[in-house]
């Protein structure tokens, strides 16, 4: 059974662009959230998603934003980036919403110059 | 409001020797208890979870953890160290109220010296 996939696993980006990161959850599972890791901030919840409805948000500016398509794929855009922005970009996929565990992919990590 | 604390950012073992990572939780109501780790340029990988039932809970690799409600710990430990164990291992609580929403602690880098 194949794991969380996230495109692409690295990238770099100038101040001011944005950026769209992919994530396919594993297979079944219904439930995606995004989180942000980062060596001073550690890491921190962005947002979830479930049956293409975000359930759930942290604590990030409206820049943050993510989507669920109907085969539970999610993507997360990043928009107007600022170098603080630099972090890995972590997927976790759920079979569904408080069942106690997330499998997290391999992340995403985006450099911002 | 849910929190975790893990003490030490940093611990050092011999190899064969106790590994015991520390895990403080704060929550206020029933909580999921989860340990990770994480290797370089990889993501989070489950250890061990708590839930409900049994407070003893046995991971992976050797793992265990011991959910202790009224110290509110989970604590990982290891009877022997093996040099694969290096790595960052973070702990992390929810509940069934916030979904998916895992509130994780700061991490600590496990080192095992040959």
């Known amino acids: 059974k194949a794991g969380v996939t996230q495109t692409p696993r690295y990238l770099i980006k100038t101040r001011g662009q944005q950026v769209t990161l992919s994530c396919s959850p594993i297979?079944?599972?219904?439930?995606v959230s995004w989180y942000q890791q980062t060596p001073g901030q550690g890491l921190q919840f962005l947002f979830e998603?479930?049956?293409?409805?975000?359930?759930n948000k942290g604590n990030f500016p409206g820049r943050f934003s993510g989507r669920q398509f109907s085969n539970s794929r999610s993507e997360m855009n990043v928009s107007t980036l600022e170098l603080g922005d630099s972090a890995l970009y972590l997927c976790?996929?759920?079979?569904?919403?408080?069942?106690?565990?997330?499998?997290f992919g391999e992340g995403s990590r985006l450099t911002v110059l | 409001a849910q929190s975790v604390t893990q003490l030490g950012s940093h611990v050092s073992v011999s190899e064969g020797a106790l590994v015991l990572l520390r895990c403080n939780y704060s929550?206020?109501?029933?909580?999921?208890l989860f340990w990770y780790v994480q290797y370089p340029n990889q993501g989070l990988q489950l250890l061990l979870k708590?839930?409900?039932?049994?407070?003893l809970v046995k991971g992976i690799n050797g793992f265990e953890a011991e959910f202790k409600k009224s110290e509110t710990s989970f604590h990982l430990t290891k009877p022997s160290a093996h040099m694969s164990d290096a790595a960052e291992y973070f702990c992390?609580?929810?509940?069934?109220?916030?979904?998916?929403?895992?509130?994780f602690g700061t991490g600590t880098s496990l080192t095992v010296i040959p």
């Open positions: 976790a996929s759920s079979i569904g919403r408080g069942t106690g565990e997330l499998f």
């Open positions: 297979s079944g599972h219904r439930s």
């Open positions: 998603y479930f049956s293409e409805t975000q359930r």
């Open positions: 929550s206020s109501v029933p909580p999921y």
């Open positions: 708590y839930t409900t039932g049994a407070t």
């Open positions: 992390a609580v929810s509940d069934r109220r916030t979904g998916n929403q895992f509130y």
